[in-house]
């Protein structure tokens, strides 16, 4: 089920497709947690689960969602951004498909280019609604020849109460938990 969802090594391509996930080894679990495993056929997608460390803190990266909803303006200023370019993060209340998400903007002219995945919104809320210092900075922006889901790769960092387990919710039960 997850080897298809991996570019072969064997493909004259697969350097550049590690760089643009920013990896730098070809290990295929961290290529999945990056890419998300995506295919055409169905919805099913990959993600690493959140760890929070001793001192509350978390980091998750993750390719920029809805790139292709935007305007070309914003999709022209998203191929604008650099690496280590910090990014503006605002929630949405009234997003029309989720209700609830988790805008990201380009930090210094607010041009909305995206959002967060919608399954790391629970946890950046706690982190939000705590008073913690979120952040979300750009690792990589990928050019023309990679597909629009797969353009702005983005780190968010942040801190989370020291009561809350980040994805403890049933819908992030591994596998071999599930019935």
Request: with cysteine; net charge negative; proline share 6%.
């Given at each position: 089920?997850?080897k298809?969802?991996?570019l ?7 350097a550049n497709y ?26 099913f ?40 370019e910090?990014?503006?993060v ?16 380009s ?10 995945p ?6 950046i ?9 979120i952040s979300?900075t750009?690792?990589?922006?990928n ?27 049933d819908?992030f039960l ?6």
């Amino acid at each position: 089920m997850f080897k298809n969802r991996v570019l072969g090594s064997q493909r004259r391509d697969f350097a550049n497709y590690l760089a643009s996930l920013g990896l730098e080894t070809p290990d295929p679990i961290e290529i999945l947690a990056v890419s998300g495993g995506e295919r055409q056929t169905d919805s099913f997608e990959v993600f690493p689960k959140i760890e929070k460390e001793a001192d509350g803190s978390f980091r998750c990266r993750f390719f920029l969602h809805g790139l292709r909803h935007m305007s070309e303006a914003a999709q022209a200023r998203a191929q604008l951004l650099v690496p280590g370019e910090l990014l503006g993060v605002s929630l949405e209340l009234n997003n029309p498909k989720y209700g609830l998400a988790i805008q990201l903007t380009s930090h210094q002219d607010y041009e909305f280019i995206g959002w967060t995945p919608r399954y790391i919104v629970p946890d950046i809320l706690k982190s939000i609604t705590k008073a913690h210092d979120i952040s979300a900075t750009i690792i990589k922006v990928n050019t023309d020849g990679v597909p629009l889901n797969r353009r702005v790769l983005v780190e968010m960092k942040g801190v989370l109460p020291a009561d809350y387990e980040p994805m403890a919710d049933d819908i992030f039960l591994p596998f071999a938990n599930l019935g």
